[in-house]
């Protein structure tokens, strides 16, 4: 499986942006990039995702690098409500090429200070 | 809005007791996936189906089972529960193949002591 490195923590302040990075060296072709996120004592939520090119949504942007050994999710301007845990994760292809899971690492706890 | 719904929020069994953790999804997503959460180890996948009937293991299968009866519900199962399965369980779905980019939504997450 390919895997991704994320910094175990980072701190931001409230409406400023912050960039979360992700590390992902054996990323295969094939593999999308994926972030989630997870608030306190709830499931993760999507994010954003990408493949080769920038994504923008209304939650966050997604900066892939050319080589796409790295990825860095971009929230404009954090508020206290993104304080949560969030996670970079490649798709994974089994060898069958049928059935695809995301494996989730420990991901990068974001603290929001007001 | 795709909708997860996990059975039971919180639940407290006792040890060889048989537990089942019930999840349905709204959005008839071929996909369906349980984790199990616990502090310092991140999300592990335990199973995976990518159809009726149909299941994958995950990363850590053993001590438990899975059932996909019907395309929207998927159980897991532990037929003899342990302390060392008091965990928080997420259950998650999606369309078609995770892999294609399609996003994966899940459940608020099952509480599970096992005393």
């Known amino acids: 499986d390919a895997k991704t490195t994320q910094p175990n923590s980072m701190e931001s302040n409230e409406e400023e942006p912050v960039h979360l990075p992700c590390n992902h060296s054996t990323i295969s072709g094939t593999d999308y990039i994926h972030w989630y996120r997870q608030l306190p004592s709830q499931g993760p939520e999507y994010v954003i995702h990408?493949?080769?090119s920038n994504v923008n949504n209304r939650m966050a942007s997604l900066a892939i690098a050319e080589d796409r050994k790295s990825s860095t999710l971009i929230l404009h301007r954090a508020t206290l409500r993104d304080a949560a845990v969030y996670y970079c994760i490649l798709s994974f292809h089994n060898s069958g090429g049928s059935n695809y899971k995301l494996t989730f690492g420990k991901g990068t706890l974001l603290t929001v200070n007001p | 809005d795709v909708k997860v719904t996990q059975s039971s929020r919180y639940l407290v069994k006792r040890t060889g007791e048989k537990v089942f953790l019930e999840c349905v999804q709204d959005m008839d997503h071929e996909n369906m996936f349980w984790y199990r959460q616990d502090p310092g180890l991140g999300l592990r996948l335990i199973y995976f189906s990518y159809d009726v009937k149909m299941k994958e293991k995950g990363d850590i299968p053993e001590g438990y089972s899975v059932s996909r009866e019907k395309k929207e519900r998927f159980s897991l199962i532990l037929e003899s529960a342990s302390t060392n399965q008091t965990s928080m369980y997420l259950c998650a779905s999606s369309l078609l193949r995770a892999g294609t980019g399609n996003t994966i939504y899940f459940g608020e997450g099952s509480w599970l002591t096992v005393v």
């Open positions: 990408g493949l080769t």
